[in-house]
């Protein structure tokens, strides 16, 4: 990627191509920088123009404009990998809180009350995988607790699970 750097006007200027990242990606890698820089975005033939001002006559040198252009484009990346991720985990995020919110309403003493929608929904592999992310999630809990824990003589921090060894009901 070329950049062209104006330390007269403290601007840096570089395309990018408008088919490998959408118009929201590059609005949230700009307001990222809003702090130290002004972002311009114009839609050329397949491509967006994009110039960053810097806010701070101090940052106008060649060094600083292109580390801020480097900035930006990093900041394109890890917006466009949020996007990729949060699209190929949507509908195992879908299931965890329709999960939760249906077992906050739902009496699990019930056996007449039918499964969730989103219970049905998964398959059993996706199913396993969710339960083996809580058991790690639980295990590295107890990890750092284990690992940062500080005398409790009358056990004042200890869970019901292990003061008592079972579940409380109720």
Avoid: C
């Amino acid at each position: 990627m070329e950049f062209k750097v104006s330390t007269k006007t403290g601007e840096v200027s570089f395309s990018i191509q408008k088919k490998l990242y959408a118009l929201e990606l590059v609005q949230g890698a700009a307001y990222v920088l809003t702090d130290r820089a002004v972002a311009y975005v114009e839609e050329a033939k397949g491509r967006y123009e994009l110039t960053l001002k810097a806010k701070d006559k101090a940052d106008a040198t060649r060094e600083r404009l292109e580390a801020l252009a480097g900035e930006f484009v990093n900041e394109l990346l890890n917006h466009a990998l949020r996007q990729k991720l949060l699209a190929n985990n949507r509908s195992i995020m879908e299931h965890i809180i329709s999960r939760a919110m249906v077992s906050a309403r739902r009496d699990p003493a019930d056996p007449a009350q039918p499964p969730a929608a989103a219970e049905q929904e998964l398959n059993a592999e996706q199913r396993a995988e969710i339960d083996k992310l809580i058991a790690e999630a639980e295990a590295e809990i107890a990890a750092r607790r284990k690992a940062t824990a500080k005398p409790d003589p009358r056990g004042i921090a200890k869970t019901w699970e292990e003061r008592y060894g079972k579940e409380r009901t109720g």
